[in-house]
């Protein structure tokens, strides 16, 4: 990878990841007053259902990459045109499918949701369940041509998409919105802004990057495709429980409203592992190399600690940030006279900050061809999760679902994983917990200032964005300077 690629990919990644929060921290609440609670909560349940049907990708798109080096580098000079028709085909076949399960789920809506919505909410909710459906299987065939682009490294040009993408979305609908026209018009707006990114990268791919299709049946690389494929796909269903399958639950066991309300919070989760995201990408590449490399046991030890205190330090920060600040903001930003959502994101999150600063982890698995565990263990905890939250959301509405989600994280993610790291994969956990022990002290003061935060901010935006000033000056130069000054160099982690 060229260093002006992972350079500018780097610093758009952040870009993108800034623009979209704030036009969402803004957007939200302008949203939410115009579509009242029970049509923002529709929209919401409608979009978590259907992204569950996400998992029809069955993981392929997660593996082209593998595939597309192995093409290149094939004597073969049509095998890229052979797997890129491949892919299209099966992605076409895939929407096909997509189109299929989103008519069932359409059509039972009325019955699954009878018991805890009115005749109109019901009737609603299926118009988005229908748009939504439509976006969904137009994403599929878009995916191939993402993939295309991230195999030759055009960060830029795939960020760039992000962040005009994102302006769209409130470009889009809020004249819909104040002429009174809906959430399903925020729907339709969901389905053109995907048209759009289909085209522009269709073109991009086909005009820029030379790409080329062959539709020819290859069932040896269909197997193959299918067997590396698997493990993946584990992991989507299991991300699509953890993250949706809350929302459905509320909706089925207490109605739009809490569904409205979870997902305020679940929203902060969502910018919480975006930003996890980012500085993982930058760290992978030398994790695999470490990893194929002679007596790597100590170093990807080194390697794996360096990462935990210098992801700690950054989300640790965001973290605390919540904890301060995050109960009169969202009051503030939402309008809402509960703060059910506030603690829904603290309970969702606190498991996250541990899981996140093992993510590097996740990498080293793979590398090692060890992920196979993993896939199995998190599949089989998120059906757990969802027999937990069933009762708990039941009785305690959007806290519970969360507090169900917040147990599996804590069981899986973290207390048997940490034993599969230090017994199987060879990394000492005992040395990794160790260096992330020696920012304690870093920690202290950033805490008392949180906690002081906590207790005398409250009212108005002046006094949140007091708070977070304070807490930020606090923080900034104690973890620098006691913590991860001597971790940072990212230098050598290109």
Known sequence: MKKTYLKSGFILSYIAIAVQSIISIVYTPVMLRLLGDSDYGLLQLATSTIASLGVLNFGFAGSYLRFYSSARASSDKNALAVLNGTYMSVFIGISILALIAG???????????????????????????????????LSFPASVFDSYIVAHERFAFQKLIVIITAFFNPMFTLPLLLIGRGSVAVAWSMVLITIIKLVVSWVYCVKKLNMQFIFKPNGKLLKSLCGFSFFIFLNIITDQINWNADKTI??????????????????????????????????????????????????????????????????????????????????????????????????????????????????????????????????????????????????????????????????GNIIIMNFYYHKRVGLNMFYFWGQLAKLLPAFIAPVLCAVAVYIFCSGSLWRVAIGAVVLTLVYVPSVWFLGVRKDINLKSHS
């Open 103 to 137: 008519t069932f789920v359409t059509t039972a809506a009325d019955k699954i949701f009878a018991a805890t919505m009115s005749e109109w909410e019901i009737g609603r909710l299926m118009q988005l369940l229908g748009v939504m459906t439509l976006n969904l299987a």
């Open 250 to 411: 509320l909706g089925i066991v207490r109605g739009s409203k809490d569904v409205a309300v979870y997902s305020l919070g679940a929203q902060f989760n969502t910018y919480f592992l975006t930003f996890s995201y980012a500085l993982l990408s930058l760290f992978s590449p030398k994790a695999y190399r470490i990893a194929h490399a002679r007596h790597a046991g100590q170093m990807l030890d080194k390697y794996f600690a360096r990462f935990g205190r210098i992801q700690l330090a950054v989300m640790g920060y965001i973290f605390l940030m919540l904890v301060a600040v995050g109960k009169p903001f969202i009051r503030i930003w939402s309008g809402w006279d509960t703060d059910i959502p506030y603690y829904t994101a603290v309970i969702l999150i606190a498991p996250l900050l541990i899981t996140s600063v093992q993510s590097i982890g996740v990498e080293i698995q793979r590398a090692k061809d060890m992920h196979h565990f993993r896939s199995i263990l998190y599949f089989m905890i998120a059906f757990v999760n969802i027999a937990i939250s069933i009762p708990l959301s039941m009785h305690y509405g959007a806290l519970g679902a969360a507090a169900g989600t917040c147990v599996c994280l804590v069981i």
